[in-house]
Nanobody, 127 residues
Framework: QVQLVESGGGLVQAGGSLRLSCAAS????????MGWFRQFPGKEREFVAA????????YYADSVKGRFIISRDNAKNMVYLQMSTLKPEDTAVYYC????????????????????WGQGTQVTISS
């Protein structure tokens, strides 16, 4: 069983930056593709970014491409989401997720692929 705990959310002005962290425990972290998703009020979770087990391949939603960077440190069982040039429309609860299945391209963006989820961290961007 894998436990995921997100941190780093908060209130930031538009144009600012935040770095979200996700600490993983249990399981074999270094073998899992990892993803970040976000959820707007009343909406389903949407894909933000994913990273392969090695960290060598990353995928991004078009809405965050060029502004967000996902990375991981397998030695520390951590995954990060560096968010820059934040916009009010980035306001959401952000979730970290781990998958026991490999993925590539569009499959990494599918929420059902992920087996474990964190509790979420609120990110609020003021205009």
């Amino acid at each position: 069983q894998v436990q995921l705990v997100e941190s780093g959310g908060g209130l930031v002005q538009a144009g600012g930056s935040l770095r979200l962290s996700c600490a993983a425990s249990g399981g074999t972290f270094g073998t899992y593709p990892m993803g970040w998703f976000r959820q707007f009020p009343g909406k389903e979770r949407e894909f933000v970014a994913a990273v392969s087990w090695s960290g060598g391949t990353t995928y991004y939603a078009d809405s965050v491409k060029g502004r967000f960077i996902i990375s991981r440190d397998n030695a520390k069982n951590m995954v990060y989401l560096q968010m820059s040039t934040l916009k009010p429309e980035d306001t959401a609860v952000y979730y970290c997720a781990a998958s026991e299945s490999s993925c590539s391209a569009y499959r990494c963006a599918l929420a059902p692929l992920y087996d474990y989820w964190g509790q979420g961290t609120q990110v609020t961007i003021s205009s």
